[in-house]
Structures are given as structure tokens and as C-alpha cells.
């Protein structure tokens, strides 16, 4: 299931001291973090527990208090031109699709193509159309996003993500939104992903595909991180009574 | 039967009046719609002076009337250089109508979600890309109407100009109705031609609506 072979012991990911308040509200208290390259790390904890803000700290869109973030041995700056350069090969997937809808689905994928990585017109397109084929699309190039499902738009807003082709994918609670029925389709191709080797880092309250998927799993609980490691350990066997008590609640929750 | 008769004989007149007011008004939308957007660019701008310049321009063009705008600009540019009234219309209808048309972009703006910015600098796009190609696009379509009902509200107010003597549609039916003695006649003539005009834009709105929502 898990693609070891691409497993390396390169972090492309270092979070170190992480703390971020909003106003007196401490939302993340001190979280160090590793994530190797190839490695799929999947964020699991109570709502609250600073999951998603973990998340977007990573590409910047919410701004460390203290502590900093490095993306292949690269500080995180906060400087446009630095964030900039820094996200066109940080990929992220959100919850609510934000695709845009006066866009049609090829043009979602082919504007920051053209625009940021200056491909052609015709490369971006030809990349999309492979991107669309893949994520099982290319009958909905043309279609606007109020005409797909929200499996399919987030669909395209993985295939938007990845036509940068990033070193790093983020995924915050990418099928929180959608209808039950739509989740697998969305989930087969993060699996995929996961799969030919791409790193990725995953908010997410589906269990069996942390279990199925996840090299490394981490529990956050009340801004830091109470449990982490391989998903046997950190699902079946937690040693802290705080992980014990989430594990157990998401069960009698299924 | 009358009334027939002084509707078909003042048109030459009142065409000419109708040319100045749809020029008059034509220009106030475009330099509206210019300054407007300069207007709401300083007002969300990082740099306070800017910000604060345009927060004290809609203050002072939003509580001043059009009329004494218009009267304040006419005799205030006349007094340096030579300008003719049209000119001065021109000048201050746009000013009056760049306040409500920069308020208008801004909640056109506002009206974008977030999430559409995030993702757009997720891409690694710049500021200044997210804003022009993500959410001016959202903001227009959402502004159209209301920009319309600006420029009808423009349209109606251009009869202001008379006031500084330019010789608009308004003008036509005042001379029209002194020469003859019968005021309501031309009165309500000229009222039946702007009618005809917002009730024209109104369906052009309409129609522009239309093809946004076939756009999704």
C-alpha cells in the first residue's frame, strides 16, 4: 500500500518551536515537526486542536507568532516575493474547493500555469488536459464550476494544485464538505497520489484512510502534539489517556 | 392632441438638449468608473496617508450637493483657467458620482470570499494578479447592477447642469416652455424622454445580467 521505496530520510518539511495566537487565544503552543520527503503525514485531533492553522502555516497563509517553518532547508519568509516563489511548488487543497467559479475547469487549472510558472498557453493547456484526464475529468474541461459536484470540483481543484508540480501537497479536510457518496472518488486520488510518491500533508477526519494511506500520523490535541508516529501505534495502541479519549470518541461516533 | 403636436414639434429642439445630456452622462460614467477605481485602490491601500486621503474625499463628495459641487467647480476652475460649463459638468458630475461608484467596487469586492484569495495565492500568484484576475472578475459581475443604477441616477442628475448653464436636454424644455407659456407641457415631454432612457438601460441591465448567469 505505502510506496516505500520513495521513502527518503530528507526533511522537506521542519516546523520548529510553532506557536500562533490569535489576539490572547493560543491556538498552536510550541509544535515541532518533521515531515521526509515522499512521506504522507496525515494531522488527526478534536476540532480546535489547531489542525488546519498547522496546515496553513506551512504555506504561510496564516503567520507564526514565533518559531519558524523550512520547506527543503528553506526559512519561510513573509516577504510577497519570497511567499510567492515559495507556493508555486506548495500545493494545498481546501475544504470548501475555492475553485474559481468564473473560471471554466481548464482555465482553473491553466491560469497559474500561464501566469506564475510561465508555460505557454498551449503547454499549460496540454498539462491540463492530462491533469483532468487523470483526476477522471476530461469530459469537464469546458464545464463551469457550479455545474460539477463537489467531488468533482475538488477534483479539480487537486488537478489545479498539482499542474504547478509540487514538491508538497497540503489537503485541509479535503472531504469534509462533501455529500458521503462523493468522498471515495476524492480519496482514490489523494491515494494515488500517495502512491507515485508525492509528499503530502493531510488534515483529515477519515480514520481508515489515515490507517490506509498515512506513513506518519500525528494527533494534535489542545495546540500540540500529543501522539505521534506510524498509524498501528498512534490508532491502535495510543500511550497517552488525551489520544486514548479522541480515538475512542471518533468510534462511537462511525 | 395638443400635447401630440408640441411632442412632435419640439423634437428638433429637444434632440439636441438629449445629445449634450447622453454625452454629458456618458463621459461622467467613464471618468466615474475611473476615479471611482483609483478612489477604492487608495482606500484598501497598506499606506495610511493613502487610505486616509480616500476615506476624506468620499466624506466631502458624499456630503456636499451635487448642485453646490457643481457651482464650486465651475466658479472655482473658471477663476484660474478658462474652462466652458460643459467642461465644469463633466468635471463634477464625475466627482459626485466616483463616491458611490468606488462604494459600490468595494462591497463588490467585499462580496468575494476569502477562500477565493487564498487559493488564488496558494498558487503562488502575486497581490496584484489575485486582484485582476480573481477578484475583479467575481466583484464585476456582482456590481453591474448597481453600477447601472449609478448611471441612471448620473442620467437624471446631468439636468443639474442647466443650473451652470450648459445647454442639456433639461435646459431645451425650460427655453421651451418660456417661449410658449405652458410649462407642464414641456415638463412632462422631457419627462417622457428621460424615461425613455432608464427604461432602455434598465433592459440593457437586464440583458447583461442574463449573460453573466449563463456564464455560472
Not at chain 1, 56 to 61: A, D, K, S, T, V
Not at chain 2, 137 to 142: F, I, K, S, T
Request: glycine share 6%; proline share 3%; hydrophobic share 50%.
Amino acid at each position: 500500500m505505502i510506496n516505500t521505496a520513495s521513502l527518503t530520510t530528507t526533511p522537506r518539511i521542519t516546523i520548529t518551536g510553532a506557536v500562533k495566537k490569535f489576539g490572547d487565544t493560543v491556538v498552536l503552543d510550541g509544535i515541532d515537526l518533521q515531515v521526509r520527503s515522499g512521506e504522507v503525514a496525515v494531522l488527526i485531533g478534536p476540532s480546535g486542536a489547531g489542525k488546519s492553522t498547522l496546515l496553513r502555516c506551512i504555506n504561510g497563509l496564516e503567520r507564526l507568532t514565533a518559531g519558524t517553518v523550512d520547506i527543503d532547508g528553506v526559512r519561510l519568509e513573509y516577504r510577497e516575493s519570497s511567499l510567492n516563489h515559495m507556493r508555486e511548488h506548495v500545493g494545498m487543497v481546501f475544504q470548501s474547493f475555492n475553485l474559481f467559479p468564473h473560471l471554466t475547469a481548464l482555465e482553473n487549472i491553466t491560469m497559474a500555469q500561464t501566469r506564475v510558472s510561465k508555460r505557454s498557453k498551449a503547454d499549460a493547456r496540454d498539462r491540463g488536459m492530462t491533469l483532468l484526464a487523470r483526476v477522471g475529468l476530461a469530459g469537464k474541461a469546458d464545464s463551469y464550476p457550479s455545474a460539477l459536484s463537489g467531488g468533482q470540483q475538488q477534483r479539480v481543484a487537486i488537478a489545479r494544485a498539482l499542474a504547478m508540480t509540487p514538491k508538497l501537497m497540503l489537503f485541509d479536510e479535503p472531504t469534509s464538505a462533501l455529500d458521503p457518496e462523493l468522498v471515495g472518488e476524492v480519496l482514490q486520488v489523494m491515494r494515488e497520489l500517495a502512491d507515485e510518491g508525492m509528499t503530502m500533508v493531510v488534515v483529515t477526519h477519515e480514520m481508515r484512510f489515515a490507517r490506509q494511506v498515512a506513513d506518519h500520523v500525528v494527533l494534535l490535541a489542545d495546540g500540540g502534539i500529543v501522539e505521534e508516529g506510524p498509524p498501528e501505534k498512534v490508532l491502535d495502541a495510543p500511550e497517552s489517556e488525551r489520544a486514548r479519549s479522541f480515538l475512542s470518541q471518533i468510534r462511537a461516533d462511525d | 392632441m395638443e400635447f401630440l403636436n408640441a411632442l412632435i414639434t419640439s423634437w428638433p429642439t429637444l434632440l439636441k438638449g438629449l445629445t449634450v445630456t447622453l454625452s454629458l452622462t456618458a463621459l461622467t460614467l467613464v471618468f466615474s468608473v475611473v476615479l471611482g477605481a483609483i478612489i477604492v485602490a487608495l482606500k484598501m491601500s497598506k499606506i495610511r496617508a493613502l487610505s486616509a486621503f480616500a476615506t476624506a474625499y468620499l466624506a466631502i463628495v458624499r456630503g456636499v450637493p451635487l448642485i453646490a459641487l457643481l457651482f464650486v467647480i465651475y466658479f472655482g476652475i473658471v477663476s484660474i483657467v478658462k474652462v466652458d460649463a460643459f467642461a465644469a459638468a463633466a468635471i463634477g458630475l464625475s466627482v459626485h458620482s466616483s463616491a458611490y461608484v468606488a462604494e459600490i467596487f468595494r462591497s463588490g469586492i467585499n462580496s468575494v470570499h476569502n477562500g477565493q484569495i487564498e487559493a488564488s495565492r496558494s498558487l503562488g500568484m502575486s497581490r496584484v494578479a489575485t486582484m485582476s484576475k480573481v477578484v475583479a472578475p467575481q466583484a464585476l459581475r456582482v456590481v453591474v447592477p448597481a453600477l447601472v443604477n449609478q448611471a441612471i441616477i448620473s442620467l437624471k442628475d446631468s439636468a443639474v447642469a442647466s443650473f451652470i448653464t450648459v445647454d442639456e436636454l433639461f435646459m431645451s424644455a425650460q427655453r421651451l416652455s418660456a417661449a410658449t407659456f405652458q410649462p407642464l407641457t414641456y415638463y412632462a415631454i422631457v419627462s417622457l424622454y428621460y424615461l425613455a432612457i432608464v427604461g432602455a438601460m434598465t433592459y440593457f441591465s437586464g440583458r447583461v445580467e442574463r449573460y453573466f448567469e449563463k456564464r455560472g
